[in-house]
């Protein structure tokens, strides 16, 4: 079955500096993959798509690369700032009408 | 433009008990979903339905039923609740089939606790 793994550790960082996610998927390969963030007691909100023949995508400060012959996706964040403490979601598109999501990372800034 | 809506936020239930969760979008969205978010399990997929009248099963649709009888609205309920059902309850929506490509609108979220 398809598989997406996030790092379940915190990731904690000092503000300005690049915030690095990954995500790792298994078991299919993904025309698309999305990132989320989702705040708490929040429902996810969308963030960035990109797609298998796009090895990177930018959103501000926001950058998100796609390697296929890892099976991984990086999610970078430069700049940081403590309002970007968050969760950050992966999720994938599966050849059904759903999108298989990760775990999720916590993301925390310290200012 | 309020998105999605879901009611109620909180709710408690005992064990046995039934109960419906409502969802309201106002953006049109032909496709609609229904998630849970457990600790370490990520979002999984109940329910979901791509039109009006029309439903199918999810990842993890036992002891769920739902129902779209308007376009805007998709409901979910538990006939029986059981303590297993203690969750956060997400609706989403998206304009089109997910391939990948379509991006889902989340509502905030129910907390439910059954006891």
């Known amino acids: 079955s398809q598989k997406i793994e996030q790092n379940s550790e915190a990731l904690n960082i000092q503000e300005g500096k690049t915030a690095t996610l990954t995500c790792n998927y298994t078991n299919y390969s993904p025309a698309y993959l999305q990132w989320y963030r989702q705040d708490p007691g929040r429902g996810p909100v969308f963030l960035l798509l990109?797609?298998?023949?796009?090895k990177e995508k930018r959103k501000e400060r926001l950058k998100v690369t796609f390697d296929t012959t890892l099976k991984q996706s990086l999610f970078h964040i430069t700049a940081s700032q403590p309002a970007d403490s968050a969760t950050y979601l992966c999720?994938?598109?599966?050849?059904?009408?759903?999108?298989?999501f990760g775990t999720g990372t916590l993301l925390a800034v310290q200012p | 433009n309020a998105g999605v809506t879901q009611t109620p936020k909180f709710r408690v239930l005992k064990t046995g008990q039934s109960m419906t969760l409502l969802c309201a979008q106002d953006m049109n969205h032909e496709y609609m979903y229904w998630y849970r978010q457990d600790p370490g399990m990520g979002l999984r997929l109940i329910h979901y339905s791509v039109g009006e009248g029309t439903t199918a099963k999810g990842e993890v649709p036992d002891g769920y039923n739902v129902s779209r009888l308007k376009k805007q609205n998709f409901l979910l309920g538990l006939e029986s609740a059981a303590p297993s059902q203690t969750s956060v309850y997400f609706c989403?929506?998206?304009?089109?089939?997910?391939?990948?490509?379509?991006?889902?609108?989340f509502g905030s979220g129910t907390q439910l606790s059954v006891l």
């Open positions: 990109i797609r298998e023949n796009e």
């Open positions: 999720a994938q598109g599966g050849a059904t009408n759903k999108l298989i």
């Open positions: 989403a929506s998206s304009q089109a089939r997910i391939r990948g490509n379509e991006k889902l609108f």
